[in-house]
């Protein structure tokens, strides 16, 4: 166990393809770190550089406070595990997970325990004797955590492994791997593209974009204040409205040019964009103007249903938004709304998208 | 495609029964006439059935020393042939499994170069090299020799770029899964990379082995001495121009003899032939 410490990590391809841009993150021992971030921001290659399959072209990473960087792979004390599983398929079940200790040259014995143990944890014991061709989806899942639990090591890393599962085995792995990774107090990095798995597996969330971080912080924290337009509309699902405003000496102004009251909110005059979540929003039923929140029009364009709750997808101010509605809407197309958002519920992000 | 018609599948039969007894009946008649006399088969007609000098023929061929190739005997022969065969087989896979090894999985300077050279070679048939490659045998003094047999027909650009289009399929998480579990180069190809090869070692084995045996011009150039000839030298030596100088019966037997090697290799290898050639385990 240990606390993994990225300084300024930049990873350059070629002379010119900066794909990580100078990350810091600190985690702390036993914690569970979600690196999040739409495909191409750079996540799987932080990883990798933690992992020691990719070079460092600049800055430091520390495992258990010690530089790892020229060190190899196997020497980092890290387990992985890939989106593919990486199982060798010529292999058992045992032995694909007493392979990485063979290697190290421990005891017979030991490795037999240490494979046993896991096996159990993961409920494998009636598989060892099989060939990952004959598992499923889930089960080969499990082997590869498997294949990392023997080792004991001080950092498990995770490549996006449930994206190759069926949404309901996703569901139920990624409740495993928490309770696994809380059980074991292992310090984890993981890596997703899928912000749900994000915000429930996450002891600390990394929000990524470009080869930077957007946002550092505890997952709610983020959904609740999102730093940036991009962390809003990345986290939560469906994302969250952003409308632009212009704001003049009387109040605001939506961009179809629609006036609204705002008392109490500074917005700057270089233009803003206000941003709520779809929950957030109060249908009221008169006309009346809320005190202590800010009544918009809303032109409903459609409804669609889930069951426990309805989407109601609407334009404001020229602006297509959603409305999360617990359970039927009777909203039908093309009525007009008047929805309240509660002051205290409302974001504002500055003309470069960064939280005001 | 599969009809169940009793009338097709009886034409269907027929036609391969056609083609088999095409194929198999000169092996069937050079079988009968290796268990005649040389008098019985210089006097046509030939029995379609199988005398009996089966073993007198066969002791005679294998252990006796047969006159027109210098007293040397079949068995010597097939010996010889053996191991240039295995040889060849052998050492191909070897070296093609390694230089595929390096090809794929290494960056290293001068890398595409190397390919691209072995890559090469492949537009050279052995003819065309064969002046030069004697003269350097003969240089190194390997003429009359199992080295000089084999060692010039061991290089292959076939082999590495099969097993290069192989291990390009293996995925590149199953190489870094191995890092992280501390292989080695040389564990990873030891325990990852040469079992998940097991099919296609098998495939070329059969099919270097069969080319090792067949090998004629080579065998011819390299080999002065009776005793260091392959057995299809042997065979062609055997004949003479002049029908009645030569021991036919000696001739099939060594006919039959020289067959049955490759078809042992290929029947006792063919499930996994087959598997090499149509799927890749993974």
Known sequence: MANVELTNVRKVYG???????????????????????????????????????????????????????????????????????????H??????????????????????????????????????????????????????????????????????????????????????????????????????????????????????????????????????????????????????????????????????????????????????????????????????????????DLKVLGVEPVGAESYVYGIIGGERVVVRVPGRSTSNTDDQLRVIIPKQKLHLFGADGKRI | MIQNNPVGRLIAHVILIIGILIVAFPIYYTFVASTQTLQEILRPPLSLLPGGHFWENYSAALFGGVGRIGGVGVDRLLFNTLVMALGIAIGKICISILSAYAIVFFRFPGRMIFFWLIFITLMLPVEVRILPTYKIMVDLGLIDTYTGLILPLMASATATLLFRQFFMTIPGEL?????????????????????????????????????????????????????????????????????????????MVTCILAILPPILVVVLMQRWFVRGLVETEK
């Open chain 1, 15 to 89: 002379s010119s393809v900066e794909a990580v841009k100078g990350i810091n993150i600190a985690i702390e021992d036993g914690a569970l770190c979600v690196l999040v971030g739409p495909s191409g921001c750079g996540k799987s290659t932080l990883l990798r550089m933690i992992a020691g399959l990719e070079s460092i072209t600049d800055g430091t990473v520390k495992i258990d406070n010690k530089v790892v960087n020229e060190l190899g792979p196997a020497e980092r004390d890290i387990a992985m595990v890939f989106q593919n599983y990486a199982l060798y398929p």
């Open chain 2, 175 to 251: 190489v870094e899964a191995a890092r992280v579990d501390g292989a080695g180069p040389w564990r990873f190809f030891k325990d990852i990379l040469l079992p998940l090869s097991k099919t296609n070692i098998a495939a070329l084995f059969v099919i270097l082995f069969i080319y090792g045996w067949t090998q004629y011009l080579w065998p011819l150039l390299m080999t002065n001495r009776n005793e260091m000839s392959t057995i299809v030298i042997g065979l062609r030596k055997m004949i003479s121009f002049a029908d009645a100088d030569t021991e036919w019966h000696l001739v």
């Open chain 1, 91 to 296: 292999m058992k079940v045992y032995d694909n997970m007493a392979y990485g200790l063979r290697n190290r040259g421990m005891p017979k014995d030991q490795i037999d325990k240490r494979v046993k143990d896991a096996a159990q944890i993961l409920e494998l014991t009636q598989l060892l004797e099989r060939r990952p061709k004959e598992l499923s989806g889930g089960q080969r899942q499990r082997v590869a955590m498997g294949r990392a639990i023997v080792r004991s090591p001080k950092v498990f890393l995770f490549d996006e492994p449930l994206s190759n599962l069926d949404a309901k085995l996703r569901g139920q792995m990624r409740v495993e791997i928490k309770n696994l990774q809380r059980q074991l107090g292992v310090t984890s990095v993981y890596v997703t593209h899928d912000q749900l798995e994000a915000m429930t597996l996450a002891d600390i969330l990394v929000v990524m974009n470009a080869g930077s971080v957007e946002q550092i912080g505890a997952p709610l924290d983020i959904y609740e204040k999102p730093a940036s337009t991009f962390v809003a509309s990345f986290i939560g699902a469906p994302p969250m409205n952003l409308v632009p405003v212009k704001a003049d000496h009387s109040g605001l102004v939506l961009k179809d040019g629609t006036r609204i009251g705002a008392e109490g909110l500074s917005i700057p005059l270089t233009g803003a964009l206000i941003g709520f979540r779809p929950e957030d929003l109060e249908v009221s039923a008169g006309t009346d103007t809320h005190i202590g929140g800010l009544a918009l």
